[in-house]
């Protein structure tokens, strides 16, 4: 198991950045990939980016590529998205997750609570 915990959230104009953080403790966070989704009300939680656990290969939705950057420093149980070039309908809940496998695609096994992202216009 692994427990997360998602900081870095706020409010912020569109085209600035924000760079949020997930913190990870358990054994198994150095042998999983991890991952970012969001979520608005009303709607389901969608994949933002992933890395896998031991070779930095990353992996983006088409919405977020080329202005999100998802990286890991697993000797300190991090996992950041920075997050550049936002826009409005970025807005969402933020969830870290770790996965099942060590790499994507592959389901997720814990969560974080969640940090919340507000683009204004």
């Known amino acids: 198991q692994v427990q997360l915990i998602e900081s870095g959230g706020g409010l912020v104009q569109a085209g600035g950045s924000l760079r949020l953080s997930c913190t990870a403790s358990g054994r198994t966070f150095s042998s999983s990939a991890m991952a970012w989704f969001r979520q608005t009300p009303g709607k389901e939680r969608e994949f933002v980016a992933a890395?896998?656990?031991?070779?930095?290969?990353?992996y983006y939705a088409d919405s977020v590529k080329g202005r999100f950057t998802i990286s890991r420093d697993n000797a300190k149980n991090m996992v950041y998205l920075q997050m550049n070039s936002l826009k409005p309908e970025d807005t969402a809940g933020y969830y870290c997750?770790?996965?099942?496998?060590?790499?994507?695609?592959?389901?997720?096994?814990?969560w974080g609570r969640g940090t919340r992202v507000t683009v204004s216009s």
């Open positions: 997750a770790a996965l099942y496998g060590t790499t994507w695609p592959s389901s997720p096994r814990n």
């Open positions: 890395i896998s656990c031991c070779d930095g290969s990353t």
